[in-house]
């Protein structure tokens, strides 16, 4: 048999390998990023708001409400109306609340979805106190305060615990806890705690000295001062302290964190904590700033709504006042959709998820890159 000659053993050029006459295609690539700059992660971030504000303006739209009348409730109301400004600083200050503690869970990779459920503990032992008139007048508003920080972090407790010792899902862990927060709510409403003046399921109202007083402009309350000094206290603590970076390193990598000798576990707890502390501490200003008493709904969409300001804030304390007043303007927009346009209130839930989804699809881009292969 004659020798086959090692020329034909040679791949064919990529112009003969295609076939007459046929073009060839190139293909979409995805590299990972090595390193995101500031403005590469600003840019995404504005992206996926605004496409998720473009989603959720056709889902309005296609409820029947006009553009001109989205611009209306969203932009030239809340700006040229007093009362319903104070009506969104009013929401926004238990959302910026629960947003940051959201934010402090998430910088250790530690996914609190019972924020809800945190709450309700909080604005139960706040509620507490003052039925049962613990401590003197004067200092009883700051032992509900206390109550509720401590409620929350208590709740929080199991969930972290569990994680730490034996990794079980932390997901799980913290949501179902949120049914169990909300059927202790029900009995105490429905049995012992039940209005003796209404028979209503909601508690009696809180005396003068245990209400959130008023700071003289519309009816504003102190929770938004609160608010504030929450969110510049984190922002020292994330940005200027020690802690700040044992959390950037736990949430970026906690191994080599381990091998360096920091207290890894320690850190994750005592973040976690104090994001349940937050939570706790939102829920009693609802109680003590706007609705006076506890009730049945007060904490229905802050956990969620907690979760999203975290990812528009990019779990940053400063990031989380700008997007509080975002959601709060949501919140008030969506209360007069529902009364003017009958859109119904799951529908405003169906916006914040939109939102989500394209804020969390944003950091695709940011940590990938995309680039057309010939």
């Not at 009693?284 to 990812?311: D, K, M, N, P, W």
Request: a positive charge; charged letters at 10%.
């Amino acid at each position: 048999m004659s020798e086959i000659s090692p020329a034909l053993h040679r791949p064919l050029p990529a112009a003969a390998a295609t076939a007459p006459g046929r073009r060839r295609r190139g293909r979409l690539g995805v590299e990972i990023r090595q390193h995101a700059s500031a403005r590469l992660q600003a840019a995404a971030l504005a992206g996926g708001l605004a496409a998720g504000i473009a989603c959720a303006c056709a889902i309005l739209v296609g409820a029947g409400v006009g553009l001109a009348d989205l611009a209306q409730e969203f932009v030239v109301s809340i700006l040229t109306s007093p009362e319903s400004l104070a009506a969104v600083l009013i929401q926004a200050a238990p959302l910026a609340i629960v947003g940051l503690g959201a934010a402090f869970a998430f910088r250790v990779r530690f996914w609190n979805i019972g924020l809800e459920g945190q709450m309700i503990i909080g604005a139960v032992l706040a509620t507490a106190v003052s039925l049962a008139d613990l401590g003197p007048e004067p200092v009883r508003l700051i032992l509900m305060a206390c109550a509720a920080a401590l409620g929350g972090a208590a709740w929080m407790l199991a969930p972290v615990l569990l994680r730490l010792r034996i990794r079980l899902n932390e997901i799980i862990s913290t949501l179902l806890l949120n049914y169990v927060a909300l059927n202790l709510l029900l009995h105490l409403l429905y049995g012992p705690w039940r209005d003796p003046a209404t028979s209503f399921p909601n508690s009696a109202l809180f005396d003068a000295s245990e209400r959130l007083a008023e700071i003289g402009w519309q009816n504003l309350n102190w929770g938004l001062p609160l608010a504030l000094a929450l969110v510049l206290a984190g922002a020292w603590l994330v940005g200027g302290s020690r802690v700040g970076f044992l959390m950037r390193v736990a949430g970026d990598n906690p191994r080599m964190g381990r091998a360096l000798g920091l207290p890894m576990t320690g850190t994750v707890l005592a973040a976690t904590l104090l994001s349940g502390a937050l939570a706790g501490m939102a829920g009693f200003v609802i109680c003590a700033g706007a609705e006076h008493r506890l009730t049945q709904s007060f904490a229905t969409g802050y956990g969620f709504s907690g979760i999203l300001i975290a990812f528009l804030a990019r779990n940053t304390p400063l990031g989380v006042l700008v997007a509080a007043s975002l959601v709060g303007v949501l919140f008030v927009a969506g209360q007069s959709l529902q009364v003017f346009y009958q859109i119904p209130g799951s529908a405003v839930q169906l916006i914040q998820a939109v939102i989500v989804l394209c804020v969390a699809a944003s950091d695709f881009f940011v940590r990938h890159r995309l680039r057309w292969i010939a």
